[in-house]
Nanobody, 128 residues
Framework: QVQLVESGGGLVQPGGSLRLSCAAS????????IGWFRQAPGKEREGVSC????????YYADSVKGRFTISRDNAKNTVYLQMNSLKPEDTAIYYC?????????????????????WGQGTQVTVSS
């Protein structure tokens, strides 16, 4: 059974940090671009950051550049999102998704509908 499971969300104060994990089971991430997306209440889902399957190229939304870092550990079949300097506007449910190299890293982040697999999400709340 193909699964993506996110973890690491929680409540954090503004300026704080969290590291999200996306663990895959039932398939290996080696041949998939992986992305992080988020959806806040009343807003559309947006691509936060995506990483290539092979060459390490990445894409970041302007709103998170310089604060978030995406990385992957294929040996652990896991992708991470390190989030620093968190702001209240980062509050959302964060999802990871896998895309089977059909689209570019930027495309998979901008057009979330092209992704093949999705996790169930993890809540991130930034509040004092």
């Amino acid at each position: 059974q193909v699964q993506l499971v996110e973890s690491g969300g929680g409540l954090v104060q503004p300026g704080g940090s969290l590291r999200l994990s996306c663990a895959a089971s039932g398939f290996t991430l080696d041949n998939y671009h992986i992305g992080w997306f988020r959806q806040a209440p009343g807003k559309e889902r947006e691509g936060v950051s995506c990483i290539s399957s092979s060459d390490g190229s990445t894409y970041y939304a302007d709103s998170v550049k310089g604060r978030f870092t995406i990385s992957r550990d294929n040996a652990k079949n896991t992708v991470y999102l390190q989030m620093n300097s968190l702001k209240p506007e980062d509050t959302a449910i964060y999802y990871c998704a896998a895309q089977g190299e059909t689209w570019t890293v930027q495309s998979m982040c901008v057009m979330s509908f092209v992704n093949d697999y999705w996790g169930q999400g993890t809540q991130v709340t930034v509040s004092s």
